[in-house]
């Protein structure tokens, strides 16, 4: 459980769950800390696993459940009550109090990061608790109704246009130093960075419905496009995180330095095979950045997903790459890369207005840019991630979730494993073979897909969501029925294609 890291940055003689001792902006930097925790800490570990960035070292035991899709009521449950409970109370404290305040800059980082959450969970759970989620304290309500996912949507958009309808201030140096994400840039930028985190955000939500309510979702690209709408070009992202206990990435802390050790997720072949392309002219140099050192003179060799059980003495584990994780990495929200890949598709799509294959080579590059590459002769006439620029939607959609599957590898892990149910890509496989050595040899080869775990408990069907937690179950009489039976699965709404 990676949950009280946020006490670690905040002044330690304030509550910032308390108004009576925290200022609005000091309970914004809690909620925001908490947000990223959740996000960047267990959730990214679950994505990481079903989106095959990495897979169980078959020398060790911590994240089996994962990689087999053995999930039951008890686990993530403390996500989702700290989910509820710190982050998204926090934020809603931080709305009432600025709306009183009419600080309404801080109303909207507010509101987006409260939207930002709600999203994670709608997506995690499909119908979730919201408009009478926070009302414990206020009006007694410990039961809340659940809504459904498409309704919660909708309000997440009005709530954002809501705010993005204020008339922003600039906030002061004392506020400024509380935003964890934009604070570095100059006061009088910082609220414009919010708008198009906002509007980014938006985007986001409306292209997810684009199987489920398309209707929907083309109304509201073709909005935000024709009002202008500026979107995102830099990250969204929590970057300062130090190599220090309590101080360190969230994902790192708990796998890594609480677990005393570093060797426990391995890279999954299916990534790795993809970036390595058998060290071609179309080698990905990202490799080194996300698998380590490459497989020529080190030894290095991936784990196919689930491949957990192979004996030690059939593949020696010091010889498994290990996926790159680093104390210092950014809790990303929405990088730079991801607004880019949003717009493109959006463009493809023939929703918005513009050149998607330059937004989509501009996700490409600012990916490579985040390791200090140059990917432009990838981009290229004859580059592996060429844009098909003359063939169909469904080419150039593969190309762009694909280029932003690799992007979001070990960062925003959770928001890729959304993206393949959106877009089933990468496309799903399962290994074939009349036995195991036959299967494992299957899934060794897998490369850019999503490979069914070799330790699969689901029949060969794919994970796709979570399942409502225990004590929500136990606690809460309001859980639907359908709720209650729902197996990871089963699809959310929003997954149509």
């Known amino acids: 459980m990676m949950l009280s890291c946020s006490e670690e940055w905040l002044d330690v003689n304030t509550d910032p769950n308390s108004p009576e001792s925290a200022s609005a902006e000091l309970v914004f930097s809690s909620g925001t800390l908490e947000l990223a925790t959740i996000v960047g800490g267990y959730y990214n570990l679950l994505g990481g696993f079903w989106s095959n960035y990495w897979t169980q070292s078959n020398a060790a035991n911590q994240y089996k459940y994962i990689d087999q899709y053995n999930i039951i009521e008890t686990d993530f449950e403390d996500q989702w009550a700290e989910m509820y409970a710190s982050a998204l109370n926090d934020l809603h404290y931080v709305k009432t109090q600025a709306e009183t305040d009419e600080e309404w800059t801080l109303y909207l980082m507010a509101t987006v990061l409260e939207a930002y959450g709600y999203q994670v969970l709608v997506d995690l759970y ?29 309000a997440l958009i009005t709530e954002i246009d ?42 986001k939500i409306y292209m997810r419905q684009m199987y489920a309510r398309p209707a929907v979702a083309e109304a509201g690209v073709r909005a935000l496009f024709t009002s202008g709408a500026e979107f995102l070009s830099t990250d969204a992202m929590l970057d300062i995180y130090i190599d220090a206990a309590d101080r360190d990435n969230p994902l790192y802390a708990s796998n890594v330095r609480k677990l005393n050790t570093g060797t426990n997720l391995r890279s999954s072949a299916s990534l790795y095979n993809y970036l390595y392309d058998d060290g071609a002219l179309n080698f990905d140099p990202r490799f080194d950045e996300l698998m380590g050192p490459s497989p020529s003179g080190s030894g290095n060799v991936a784990l196919p997903q689930g491949g957990f059980s192979v004996l030690s003495t059939d593949v020696d584990p010091t010889t498994v790459s290990v996926f790159v994780l680093s104390p210092t990495t950014p809790v990303t929200l929405i990088s730079e890369a991801e607004s880019y890949f949003l717009q493109a598709e959006a463009i493809a799509m023939g929703w918005g207005s513009g050149d998607a294959q330059a937004m989509y080579e501009a996700g490409v590059l600012a990916d490579f840019a985040k390791y200090g590459l140059d990917g432009s002769a990838l981009v290229g006439a004859g580059g592996r991630y060429e844009y098909p620029a003359g063939g169909s939607f469904e080419q150039q959609q593969e190309a762009i979730i694909m280029a932003k599957w690799v992007s979001m590898a070990g960062t925003q892990s959770i928001e890729a494993f959304f993206e393949t149910n959106r877009t089933h890509f990468p496309a799903y496989y399962t290994p074939a073979g009349a036995n195991y050595s036959a299967r494992y040899a299957d899934a060794l080869a897998a490369s850019g897909v999503i490979s069914y775990s070799l330790e699969g408990l689901t029949q060969g069907q794919f994970p796709k969501r979570l399942i409502i937690p225990r004590n929500e179950r136990l606690t809460n009489p309001n859980v639907p029925a359908a709720m209650k039976t729902a197996k990871i699965t089963d699809k959310v709404w929003w997954d149509k294609k």
């Open 162 to 203: 809501n705010a993005l309808g204020k008339e922003l201030n600039i906030l002061s140096d004392k506020k400024l130093k509380q935003d964890f994400i934009f604070g570095g840039a100059d006061a009088s930028v910082q609220p414009d960075l919010w708008i198009q985190f906002a509007n980014t955000l938006k985007l």
């Open 126 to 154: 499909d119908n979730i608790p919201y408009t009478d989620a926070l009302k414990g304290e206020t009006d007694g309500n410990f039961t809340p109704e659940f809504q459904n996912g498409p309704d919660i949507y909708s």
